[in-house]
């Protein structure tokens, strides 16, 4: 007996000349969880019917409708005259389907939505709590909902798509080039550097650059970096659970020497004890090379070994020498590579978000390696056309959004579940609190100090310009609230795809329990996408990801990031504001953000790349 259909190991039908044709595998959308939020179960389902084969399907499971039809002798004339009606029937139902969404959304009701509780332990814990959806902007939406109906009978502008200033081409990579200055590696070590990082894949992946920076800096030996077990992250992998080892060794060996551990004489001291530990407390945030050659050489000298503890953040951008800050470019962009495992996923992931067969992207190239050839076998779906789409970065995860002491519409049961968390998770930030002038939510909000919301996300993509049919990969995916927030997203934009619901359960199994990889999954469907959106600036992965963007991306990886404060000033005239006048500030907005200017003084090299130490300029 076949499987169901709609079963997580059926692959798609599709519709071909009157024939029924069963997509690969490789191509099927399923949900890895029967039982996820409404916009995750619908996201990326075809919705193709036939009526007819829907007729007879449920004639079938109804068992006395069924009997009592056997024997029945049914001509040609009478089954024509059957799928004439039926096909009658379902036009009707279609259009009345449409006729009542649409006026459920021009007079927005509370609808039933699943919500995370104030116990938020994983992205699927909201369903335990049912709370009607939250609309803070419902004049605007409809006015939103109003302009995608009418752009789908327009042609969507090509701009959105490629980037806006024309000298962003002219940037080419070239942290990898041989130079004459630099000194490279001295012949003898003045001792090992051991690292422990902290945080989620993307402060290790900027602690490690940096451990890089400073081993040549000091001229020592780095010892593949340990990356530390949060309890927050709950994710034990390694360095070679992540990266290729042997990759990340090869690629900088004509810079710093670098071994997988220390040698065996070594390996019993304790750091500790010989005062060779060195924590955040002994180093400033963002350390000038003085700071290293004056606190950490010293000790170095004297135990031939150090140990950064908790290590991240703990090198400044500015003033570094030119030959420092090219390594650390080479380090981000070219020695880390993502293991194995993640770019044969991960190329499983743009396969299906894709659809059909695209031209390979240096992007692409970069992030997924030899698995790059993934569809050299589907030349036959290259005339198609592959699916153009939209990676967003949408940060509202309950941490986030307790700790940033805003409101976001949910009103008293809102303000209690927030503060309740932060009783729980944040009591030193509480106490702080207490010793300092408070700022209302409304100020913090105009300050632009708050995390935008899936609503707000969605008014700015409408703003742009893109059409009601775009398809959105969302990142992450925690969203606080669940389907009470991403209705009016879903509202606007119906297509939301994640990778719980491209990759089966079983293709998922490897990564489930380690959230450092599932991040990695993130940071290639981010970086390979056609356009990506963030909500937060600051976000390690929205900056890392947007600087491998601009360095690979040829100038045409175009990156939108919206500036809060200024989208507050715009979203207060809610009650008032046109369309038209909404579309153009937030265009504006959005193009002021895209200037293709080189890397200013102090800001991070991962997130703007642009600039001699890193680039190359061609005229």
């Known amino acids: 007996m076949g499987k169901k259909q709609g079963s997580p190991r059926s692959p798609r039908p599709e519709f071909e000349g009157g024939r029924v044709i069963l997509g690969m595998k490789d191509y099927k959308i399923t949900s890895s969880d029967a039982h996820a939020p409404s916009w995750k179960r619908m996201a990326g389902v075809d ?87 939250i609309y803070m902007y419902d004049r605007l939406l409809n006015l939103a909902s109003s302009a995608l109906a009418e752009r789908e009978f327009k042609q969507e502008s090509s701009n959105l798509w490629v980037e806006p200033y024309r000298q962003a081409s002219s940037w080419k990579p070239c942290a990898e080039r041989k130079v004459q200055t630099n000194p490279g590696k001295s012949m003898e070590s003045n001792g090992y550097i051991l690292v422990s990082a902290n945080g989620g894949l993307n402060q290790q992946r900027v602690a490690i650059c940096n451990a890089v920076a400073v081993a040549s800096l000091l001229n020592a030996t780095l010892v593949i970096p340990k990356f530390l077990y949060s309890n927050v992250w709950k994710d034990p992998s390694q360095f070679g659970d992540i990266y290729q080892e042997e990759y990340f060794m090869n690629i900088l060996k004509d810079d710093i020497s670098i071994e997988k551990e220390l040698p065996p004489h070594m390996k019993s001291l304790d750091v500790e004890a010989i005062g060779s530990q060195i924590t955040d407390a002994d180093l400033a945030k963002e350390a000038t090379p003085a700071d290293y050659i004056k606190i950490v050489l010293p000790i170095l000298l004297r135990n031939g070994v150090v140990h950064f503890l908790g290590y991240g953040n703990r090198l400044g951008f500015d003033p570094l020498p030119p030959d420092i800050q090219r ?40 992030l997924l390696g030899k698995f790059i050839d993934y569809n050299k076998h589907h030349h036959d779906e290259a005339g198609r056309g592959s699916t153009k789409y939209l990676a967003l970065h949408l940060r509202f995860e309950i941490d986030m959004v307790a700790y940033s002491l805003c409101e976001f519409g949910g009103g008293e049961n809102e303000r209690k579940e927030l503060q309740a968390y932060r009783e729980r998770h944040f ?140 989208l507050a000033s ?48 061609h005229h």
């Not at 489930?512 to 990506?532: E, H, P, T, Y």
């Open 47 to 133: 919705c193709r019917w036939h009526s007819k084969t829907l007729l007879l399907h449920g004639l079938k499971n109804d068992s006395s409708k069924y009997n009592s039809l056997r024997g029945l002798y049914v001509g040609k004339k009478h089954i024509k005259t059957i799928a004439v009606m039926v096909g009658l029937l379902g036009c009707l139902f279609l259009l009345d389907s449409l006729i009542l969404s649409f006026y459920e959304f021009a007079d927005p009701q509370p609808t039933t939505a699943s919500n995370n509780s104030s116990g938020f332990q994983g992205p699927n814990s909201y369903i335990n709590k049912k709370q009607s959806a």
């Open 327 to 366: 390594l650390r470019c080479k380090c981000n962009f070219h020695a880390l590579k993502f293991a194995p495992k993640i770019q044969q996923a991960g190329s499983l992931l743009i396969k299906r978000i894709r659809k059909y067969s695209a031209p390979r992207s240096m992007l692409e190239t970069q």
């Open 427 to 566: 009591p030193l930030f509480l106490e702080r609190l207490k010793n300092s002038s408070s700022i209302s939510p409304t100020d913090l909000r105009k300050r632009g100090r708050c995390p935008l919301t899936p609503e707000e996300a969605a008014l700015v993509l409408a703003g742009v310009g893109f059409q009601r049919g775009t398809h959105i990969y969302l990142a992450g995916s925690h969203i606080y609230g669940g389907n009470s927030r991403m209705e009016p997203f879903t509202r606007l934009y119906p297509n939301v795809i994640t990778k719980e619901n491209l990759l089966t359960p079983s293709e998922l199994a490897p990564f489930r329990n380690f959230s450092s990889q599932m991040a990695a999954l993130d940071f290639i469907a981010c970086a390979s996408a056609d356009v990506f959106a963030m909500t937060d600036s600051g976000s390690q992965l929205s900056s890392l990801v947007s600087g491998f963007r601009t360095y690979y991306g040829g100038g045409h990886a175009p990156t939108l990031r919206p500036n809060k404060t200024r």
């Open 570 to 617: 715009i979203l207060t005239e809610n009650g008032t504001i046109g369309w038209k006048r909404f579309e153009v500030r937030v265009k504006k907005m959005i193009l002021e953000a895209q200037m293709a200017g080189i890397r200013s003084y102090g800001r991070s090299i991962y997130r703007h790349p642009r600039c001699p130490d890193c680039m190359c300029k």
